[in-house]
């Protein structure tokens, strides 16, 4: 009896050693992101992850968060949402953030769901198509959009980040990806 439970009591002991290695060795969020590379790891999460899948980007100056959002799509096309909240220590308000990417004609602003009487946004949501997401300028609206919000936030080109990719990889478009990559098709993912 006391050698069956030892044996649990190991195997369970193994399985959290095993889950704690994988997670904290081999999964690591991203940290100290130069701001000029904020596209690279865009195309990393429409070419390589499921939809529903998200990186959530932290700004190592301030509290500003903002994710980007990979959505449906069919094969070779998707929709990403980036979606930035309001915060307290925002100088610019949102509505001017939303004037300075609206002349992106690819981009479609989506309205402010939530309800204030005051009539300020509490939220900034762009949504954009991207018609290949193997095409070398696949996150180049996403990433261009993300630079006018930082911009427009007062954010400068020196800037940082943490990003940290939540959702599951692609296994299919992982295996498309090295595929391309052999081919020379596919320089960067």
Known sequence: MLVDILSWLALAIGVLATAYGLTHLFWRPERNIDRTRLG???RSLI???ESDSLVRVS???SSLRFTLLRRAGDGKQCWVVLSCPRAAWMRAPLGSVRQAIAAEPRALILPDM????DGA???????????DIWSPEAADVAEGIAQRVLDALGVGPDARFDLDFMGEQSMERSLEARRRQREGTLQEW
């Open 40 to 42: 690279h790891w865009f």
């Open 47 to 49: 070419r390589l992850y």
């Open 59 to 61: 700004h190592r100056g």
């Open 114 to 117: 939530s309800g204030r009487d």
């Open 121 to 131: 946004d509490e939220r900034l949501e762009v949504q954009v198509q991207i018609p």
